[in-house]
């Protein structure tokens, strides 16, 4: 039977259309219908929302947020938490702004903002793994005592300047700027390589596969031979090192290493973004896809509010509401797959 030239054509694009739902994952359905609705109602209340400057602010804003986030969905998955990363974020901040202004080296700035990054979140993994502490007490721990740290490294604990231009370039310079298209925020490139590689990562390696399976089911993790302390040291120190890049893009941006302001709040922020990206607390499940749509709607969120004039103490409610109602949906899924699974194995036995 021959096939005609528009059913070819048809046929190609329903096979677009499937590889970029398999791309992006049919759960993420929700968030992306949940941020077309955002979107639409937010333009009908202010003619400034598809102004190219306001589309590269969302873009720029959405850098320090979504690295944190990164990093915060393999922690999730594996069935941890951090709450310390805002904390590891200003430390990070603080260094990088002190390597900068004594040596001039942006590079140098940035490393040791990573390496510190890496160092505390070896930190709360061997305060898991060794002494045995439950993730979120032993990082709500290392959240005083790191934002403890940032304040003790910085010079009479107040933020220290930076006026290196080279270094700005990373929080609010620009690349791809051609014609009458703005260009993209370099640090939301960032954002975008590193969510790239983390997504192959997550759904590619050895090492993605072990984070989930020892999220679903730590017993038969180890017994499949998976070293659960291993992986929580490498989780956690990606996680930190993330939130250290994280820190330095926010003194690029702000031109000052920031022990607190500017750090402060980003692990309620990216927690949120990843159980609305369609984690669960239990761990076992979560994308980075799903995560990087959800930092996407929380910047859409508050550029809205703000562009509406909407008092930042009315942000943080429906922050922290946002967050409730995220971990009740993951709840409430995990709860009904539980009871579709034991439907389904009490079938099986009658059959």
């Known amino acids: ?82 709450i310390s990363v805002g904390s590891i974020a200003g430390c990070g901040s603080v260094m990088s702004a002190l390597v900068v202004v004594s040596t001039g080296s942006v590079l140098g700035g940035v490393g040791v903002s990573i390496a510190v990054g890496l160092v505390l979140g070896l930190v709360n993994a061997g305060i898991i793994s060794i002494l045995r502490v439950n993730p979120v007490v032993a990082t709500l721990a ?47 490139g960032i954002l975008l390589i590193v969510a790239i590689g983390a997504h192959f990562v997550m759904r590619t390696t050895v090492f993605g596969r072990s984070i989930y399976s020892m999220g679903g089911n730590p017993v038969a993790a180890r017994l499949a031979g998976i070293n659960l302390t291993k992986m929580r040291f490498a989780i956690y120190a990606i996680s930190g090192a993330l939130s250290g890049l994280a820190g330095a893009i926010v003194t690029a941006r702000t031109s000052s290493g920031q022990p607190a302001s500017g750090t402060q709040g980003l692990e309620l922020e990216a927690i949120t973004a990843v159980f609305l990206g369609g984690a669960l607390l239990a761990g076992g499940k979560g994308t980075i ?55 389904q194995t009490a079938a099986s036995a009658e059959g």
């Open 142 to 188: 290392t959240f005083s005592a790191f934002r403890g740290v940032a304040f003790l490294i910085a010079p009479g604990g107040r933020p220290v300047g930076v006026l290196d231009p080279a270094f700005a370039e990373l929080g609010s310079g620009k690349i791809f700027e051609i014609g009458p298209f703005p260009g993209i925020p370099v640090a939301f």
């Open 1 to 82: 039977m021959s096939v005609s030239a528009q059913e070819a054509q048809g046929h190609k694009a329903d096979g677009i259309i499937k590889r970029a739902m398999n791309a992006i994952g049919a759960e993420n359905l929700s968030l992306i219908i949940a941020l077309f609705l955002m979107i639409a109602l937010i333009s009908t209340q202010t003619e400034y929302f598809f102004s190219s400057r306001n589309i590269f602010n969302i873009a720029q804003n959405m850098a320090v947020v979504g690295l944190i986030a990164v990093g915060m969905t393999l922690v999730i998955v594996s069935a941890g938490l951090d």
């Open 289 to 343: 896809v799903g995560t990087m749509l959800a930092v996407l709607l929380l910047a859409t969120l508050s550029n809205g509010m703000n562009l509406l004039g909407i008092p930042t103490f009315y942000q943080l409610v429906a922050k922290g509401l946002l967050l409730v109602l995220a971990v009740a949906i993951g709840q409430w899924r995990m709860a009904y797959a539980e009871r579709a699974q034991a439907r």
